[in-house]
């Protein structure tokens, strides 16, 4: 129990040094300026892809819209959104190393055509991993082709090994690719999607996933 005699006789703790007001601010600029320079290279960096693979922007834009939504369901923190968001943005960055033979081909990929398409998440990867604070970005688009079960590629990884963000980016991206119209296809009705995804929940897609994406789904296709 604690006297007064020995509550007197602690020691007092140490006045903090004053702050410099100039290198404080100094520091804030500087992150503002990191900031920004890292947003404009993410818009950069979707333009190029939007040029690679017409569409796509279009494609990326919902997907963000989707992450930064699921984020919050889940609880994610400030970090593991904004990389969230930047891996439905830019999943398929990676295409930018796919020949415009195997991207544009609305048939049948050989085998060695398909393995070199599987690369994809891979050369993601290792563009976004260069840029500073992108590290969570690039870890989900890697492991975003994975599958819940194990079977997906590249890491064969299963269930909770898959990283969140990489779950999440799978689903949405495979909804948006479902249910839009391309120029080789028309997309399937929104009731078709919902049965595929369904179909593919605890196989290829993490349940939990999508069960909340598809209430954020239905209430907007009601609207």
């Not at 300026?33 to 693979?53: F, G, I, P, Y």
């Not at 834009?61 to 891996?87: I, Q, S, Y």
Request: charged content about 25%; hydrophobic content about 40%; some cysteine.
């Amino acid at each position: 129990m604690m006297t007064m005699e020995t509550t007197i006789s602690a020691p007092s703790p140490k006045a903090a040094p004053p702050h410099d007001t100039g290198q404080l601010m100094r520091i804030r600029e500087l992150e503002a300026e990191l900031r920004s320079v890292r947003s404009a290279t993410v818009v950069a960096l979707c333009q190029m892809l939007d040029l690679k693979d017409l569409g796509t922007g279009l494609h990326s834009t919902r997907l963000a819209e989707w992450g930064v939504r699921l984020a919050g369901a889940f609880g994610l923190d400030p970090e593991g959104t904004r990389g969230l968001e930047v891996a439905a943005l830019l999943h398929d960055i990676g295409k930018v190393g796919i020949s415009d033979d195997i991207l544009q081909n609305s048939g049948t990929l050989s085998d060695a055509e398909m393995e070199l398409m599987r690369r994809h998440p891979e050369y993601g990867w290792s563009i976004l991993r260069a840029f500073p604070e992108l590290e969570h970005a690039a870890l989900f688009v890697l492991h975003h082709h994975e599958h819940y079960d194990g079977a997906g590629y590249p890491a064969g990884l299963e269930g909770e090994e898959i990283p969140l963000g990489a779950r999440i980016v799978s689903v949405i991206d495979a909804f948006d690719a479902m249910i839009s119209t391309r120029p080789y296809r028309k997309g399937l009705p929104f009731e078709e999607v919902v049965r595929r995804l369904t179909a593919g929940s605890g196989t290829q897609f993490d349940p939990v996933v999508v069960k909340r994406f598809l209430q954020i789904a239905e209430v907007e296709w009601v609207r």
